[in-house]
C-alpha cells in the first residue's frame, strides 16, 4: 500500500541531544517535505528536496538538516535539541507537477525537548 | 509571499447543516490549491485538489470551489456530521519551491449532534 511513514511518532529528549527524525515513502515520489507545526497554528515549511541529492531549506528559518541519499527516504537531523524545537514535525511527498498531482502527508512525529 | 487566510478561524454549528469554509490568497500565481482535514494530534488527510486551470472539484459532501483571479476559494459541506469535526487547512502551491504547499491557519469545526 503506498503510504510515508514517520518515526518517532512522539519523543522526549534532553537538551543538547542529536536527534534524527526519519520519514520514508514507498510512492517513488520526485518531491519531498518537511513542515513544522506549534499547536492551533499554520504549518511551516522547513527543509524540501526535488528528488536524490537535492535538497533546499524552506521559508521558516531551522537549525535542522536534512538529506537525500535515497528516493524513499528523507530524514531530518537537529544536531543539538534546545526547547525552542518543541513542535510537531510532518513529512510528505509528491509527484510535483505529474498527475494526479496530489501530496501524501504522514502521521507526525511530536517533538519535546526538555 | 504568499500569505494563506482561511475564515473563520472556529465554527460550530448542529448536525445537518450546510457551511461554507472561506480560504483567500495573495498571490494568484498558483499551480495548485488543497483542501485538507487534520484530526488532533494527526497528520494531514487530503479532501480536495483543484488544479490552477479548473473551477471546482466534488467529493462525496464536499465540494472545492476556486476563483484564481480573486484568490479566493470556498469549501461547501452538505449536511455536517459529528464525524465531520476536525480542523480544515487550505494550501496553495507554485510550481517552484518544489510545489511546496503554503498553509492557511485552519478553521477548526465542531459539528454537534
Known amino acids: 500500500e503506498a503510504d510515508i511513514y514517520q518515526t518517532p511518532r512522539y519523543l522526549v529528549i534532553g537538551t543538547g541531544k542529536k536527534i534524527t527524525l526519519e520519514c520514508s515513502q514507498t510512492?517513488?515520489?520526485?518531491?519531498m517535505y518537511w513542515y513544522q507545526q506549534d499547536p492551533g497554528m499554520e504549518l511551516h515549511l522547513i527543509h524540501y528536496s526535488y528528488g536524490v541529492n537535492s535538497t533546499e531549506k524552506g521559508d521558516l528559518s531551522s537549525e535542522s538538516t536534512v538529506s537525500r541519499i535515497r528516493t524513499e527516504h528523507f530524514p531530518l537531523t537537529l544536531e543539538s535539541a534546545r526547547p525552542s524545537h518543541t513542535s510537531q514535525y510532518l513529512c510528505?511527498?509528491?509527484?510535483?507537477?505529474?498527475?494526479?498531482?496530489?501530496?501524501?502527508f504522514g502521521s507526525g512525529t511530536r517533538l519535546t525537548v526538555v | 509571499k504568499q500569505e494563506v487566510t482561511q475564515i473563520p478561524a472556529a465554527l460550530s454549528v448542529p448536525e445537518g447543516e450546510n457551511l461554507v469554509l472561506n480560504c483567500s490568497f495573495t498571490?494568484?500565481?498558483?499551480?495548485?490549491l488543497q483542501w485538507f482535514r487534520q484530526d488532533p494530534g494527526k497528520g494531514l488527510t487530503s479532501l480536495l485538489l483543484i488544479q490552477s486551470s479548473q473551477r471546482e472539484q466534488t467529493s462525496g459532501r464536499l465540494n472545492a470551489s476556486l476563483d484564481k483571479s480573486s484568490g479566493r476559494s470556498t469549501l461547501y459541506i452538505a449536511a455536517s456530521q459529528p464525524g465531520d469535526s476536525a480542523t480544515y487547512l487550505c494550501?496553495?502551491?507554485?510550481?517552484?519551491?518544489?510545489?511546496?504547499?503554503?498553509f492557511g491557519k485552519g478553521t477548526s469545526l465542531l459539528v454537534t449532534p
Open positions: 494550501a496553495v502551491s507554485k510550481s517552484n519551491s518544489g510545489y511546496a504547499l503554503n
Open positions: 510512492m517513488g515520489h520526485d518531491k
Open positions: 498571490d494568484s500565481a498558483i499551480y495548485n
Open positions: 510528505a511527498s509528491s509527484e510535483g507537477g505529474v498527475p494526479p498531482y496530489g501530496y501524501t
